[in-house]
């Protein structure tokens, strides 16, 4: 099973059946952390994982969730990162480098806002010095949705569609789950200059099309899909639209989530190289509320 698949196989899981995680399914997801992506070295990550969550759910309605509307699940991953962005945007992107290996074993995961930081981890009892920046839910989906969610949810007028750029193994006669728009690759994409709005052929000579088209699915902050992507001399900036609602740990996850997405799309369409996290900046101003947050070398 390749990566790319796992991707089109993601979405947030909400409803969790009431029973843990098998044992053999535990020990895959411990497995997982024997061999991390290299970087975790120096991000000053840790992932504390929380065995029974049903019974610590209920004390963290009101601090976690959206509203504080805690998704209750049988375990939970705490992440914790230390107090600056590329410890944030490493947490982002460990996290979601671990989902995408774990969704091998349809075990479902949502990314949870933690609201009151000190509350949560009083909460859990933990004496850590990093800041708890996100919960994980983990646990087995009560319900599963086919892939033919992502036609029901793709926009009227949208140009990449699932059709148009021929990808296969839908089964349409699934019932679609819940809707979820998702931006086209022509708005998250901009060659030159950030004002470009290119067309469908120029990304696809580029060969950015499928890596593009995968960012669909990455998972976001209130599915906001911040990310786009300035080509511009043999590098490819990311640059992410961040609100001030949006609180300034959720826009770095945010940022390391769509740069794991972004890389995993890339190396399958055949590009190697690298992300730098840090030490960024571009010539010309961007419009307010929209960041450089990442270069990719390659
Ligand atoms: C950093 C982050 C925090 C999130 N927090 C919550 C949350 O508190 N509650 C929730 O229901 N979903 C949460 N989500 C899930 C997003 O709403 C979801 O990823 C998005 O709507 C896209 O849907 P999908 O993951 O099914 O593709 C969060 C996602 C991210 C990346």
């Known amino acids: 099973m390749n990566d790319m698949y796992l991707v089109e196989k993601r979405h947030s899981t909400r409803d ?13 997801l411990d497995g997982l ?7 975790i070295k120096t991000s000053g990550v840790e992932f504390k994982f929380i065995e029974d969550g049903f019974n610590l759910a209920p004390k963290l309605e009101g601090l976690a969730g959206y509203f504080g509307i805690m998704i209750h699940a049988p375990h939970y991953y705490a992440v914790y990162a230390d107090a600056h962005d590329l410890s944030y945007k490493l947490a982002g992107y460990i996290g979601e480098w671990f989902i995408l290996k774990a969704i091998k074993r349809d075990i479902g995961f949502c990314w ?37 969610t992502i036609y029901a ?51 696809e000579q580029y060969g950015l099309n499928r890596p593009i088209f995968y960012m669909r699915y990455a998972p976001s902050y209130k599915n906001l899909q911040p990310w786009h992507f300035l080509i511009r001399s043999g590098n490819i900036y990311m640059i ?31 590009f190697s190289g690298h992300w730098q996290f840090d030490n960024l900046s571009l010539p010309e101003a961007l419009p307010p509320n929209y960041k450089i947050v990442g270069k990719y070398h390659y």
């Open 33 to 39: 952390w024997e061999s991390p992506p290299d970087l």
């Open 240 to 270: 992410m639209h961040q609100p001030d609602f949006v609180p300034e740990s959720i826009k770095c996850l945010d940022a390391g989530i769509g740069m794991l997405y972004f890389e995993v799309g890339l190396n399958s369409s055949g």
């Open 112 to 148: 949870i806002e933690v609201k009151e930081p000190e509350s949560v981890k009083v909460n859990l009892g933990h004496h850590s010095p990093k800041e708890i920046v996100a919960l994980i839910a983990i646990g087995y989906p009560k319900r599963e949705f086919k892939q033919s």
């Open 153 to 203: 949810s793709s926009r009227p007028g949208n140009l990449s569609t699932l059709t148009e750029l021929g990808y296969p193994n839908i089964d349409l006669q699934a019932d679609p789950g819940p809707a979820r728009a998702h931006k086209s690759i022509m708005e998250m994409t901009h060659f030159e200059s950030f004002d470009d709005v290119p067309s469908l052929n120029k990304i």
């Open 16 to 28: 969790f059946k009431h029973y843990p995680l098998t044992d053999e399914d535990k020990r895959y």
